[in-house]
Nanobody, 123 residues
Framework: QVQLAESGGGLVQPGGSLRLSCAAS????????MGWYRQAPGNPRELVAV???????NYGHSVKGRFTISRDIAKNAVYLQMNSLKPEDTAVYYC?????????????????WGEGTLVTVSS
């Protein structure tokens, strides 16, 4: 069974930095893309950044130039370096793995989500 484990959230002052990490566990043969989404109270879940095998990286408009996504395919891991953080970046950040082919799952190309990690930007 595939599971995603996130880490790195916490409290940071405006202008500060945080690095989120996410690792997928299980007998995984391939993952098409990995990314980060976030959800603030009262708002829908939105794309932060995604990195795929073929399309490279894509970022949400509000984080372009401040956040950087990277991926370690061998470790089935994805990272999010967040710089110049703003109070409006406060949200629960969710790791997502798309198009996962793994042992023991019903069918191929499934999507999985982590449980989320809270990022709070406040002075």
């Amino acid at each position: 069974q595939v599971q995603l484990a996130e880490s790195g959230g916490g409290l940071v002052q405006p202008g500060g930095s945080l690095r989120l990490s996410c690792a997928a566990s299980g007998t995984i043969f391939s993952i098409f893309a990995m990314g980060w989404y976030r959800q603030a109270p009262g708002n829908p879940r939105e794309l932060v950044a995604v990195v795929s095998n073929y399309d490279g990286t894509n970022y949400g408009h509000s984080v372009k130039g401040r956040f950087t996504i990277s991926r370690d395919i061998a470790k089935n891991a994805v990272y999010l370096q967040m710089n110049s953080l703003k109070p409006e970046d406060t949200a629960v950040y969710y790791c997502n793995a798309m198009g996962v082919v793994a042992a023991g799952q019903q069918g191929g190309g499934l999507d999985y989500w982590g449980e989320g990690t809270l990022v709070t930007v406040s002075s």
